[in-house]
């Protein structure tokens, strides 16, 4: 490795390090934040929410303020001028998480991906093998969720079903790439795939159900579903990933 690109690591690493923390914190923040909120929403008392639409309501104190969130059972009535996204928050992190893997593991794969007593490949092998881990896990997830996900005791079958292929990931890494880099693998394989939920399935869902009510089509209820499927499974993941 040049002098140069020698020195330049070690900044480069604390700052992504610093990003990714930050990002994260956010990230999960949020995620937690709604599981409380629709764990936490009663039924509306007033006559008025009801006749919109809201299937529960939350009043809450905090930091020196009041604050009445409304969830709605499909859609609301009407669109306000602005809404907030919660996107940049997974995209931040994941793309601040994988500069850092690639500048901390797979631009020095030799000295920190590859322990040459467990599998002794030449770093470009042992890059490509680790990015596989991302694409197929979120491949065969995916799947797993569109095949499952829907039938009768989907969320029981879909759960062990991606259970077991954490599992085989994980005793696939552990046996191929060194200890640290293992678990660090198996931890961004599991969080490629919540980023790609966001991605592929959450913000998608709530754009087409933003644009059939602006064109006043009915509003199909499938999409929340899906979205709340994905960004439940986002929440276990979780987890293993911290």
Not at 39 to 46: F, N, V, Y
Request: charged share 15%; hydrophobic share 50%; proline share 5%.
């Amino acid at each position: 490795m040049p002098i140069a690109c020698q020195g330049a690591r070690p900044p480069a690493n604390l700052l992504l390090r610093w990003v990714h923390v930050i990002t994260a914190i956010a990230w999960i923040g949020s995620s937690f934040y709604f599981v409380f909120l629709d764990s936490s929403l009663t039924p509306p008392e007033d006559e008025d929410l009801k006749k919109q639409g809201v299937s529960g309501e939350l009043w809450a104190v905090h930091g020196g303020g009041f604050y009445h969130p409304v969830k709605f059972a499909v859609s609301p009535p009407k669109l306000p001028g602005h809404l907030h996204w919660f996107f940049w928050e997974s995209y931040s992190t994941w793309i601040s998480g994988f500069a850092l893997f690639t500048v901390s593991y797979l631009y020095s794969a030799s000295t920190y991906l590859i322990d040459k007593s467990r599998m002794d490949w030449a770093p470009a092998t042992a890059i490509v093998v680790a990015l596989a881990f991302f694409v197929l896990f979120w491949l065969l997830y995916d799947a797993i969720c569109r095949i499952f996900g829907q039938k009768k005791n989907g969320d029981a079958i879909v759960g062990a079903l991606v259970f077991g292929l954490v599992c085989i990931a994980s005793w696939l890494a552990c046996h191929w790439f060194a200890g640290r880099a293992a678990f660090l693998l198996v931890g961004a394989m599991i969080a490629t795939a919540m980023s790609a939920n966001v991605f592929f399935w959450i913000i998608p869902g709530q754009r087409t159900v933003i644009r059939q009510i602006r064109t006043g089509q009915d509003v199909d209820p499938i999409h929340g579903k899906r979205g709340k499927q994905r960004s439940v499974h986002n929440t276990y993941f979780t987890l293993p990933v911290l």
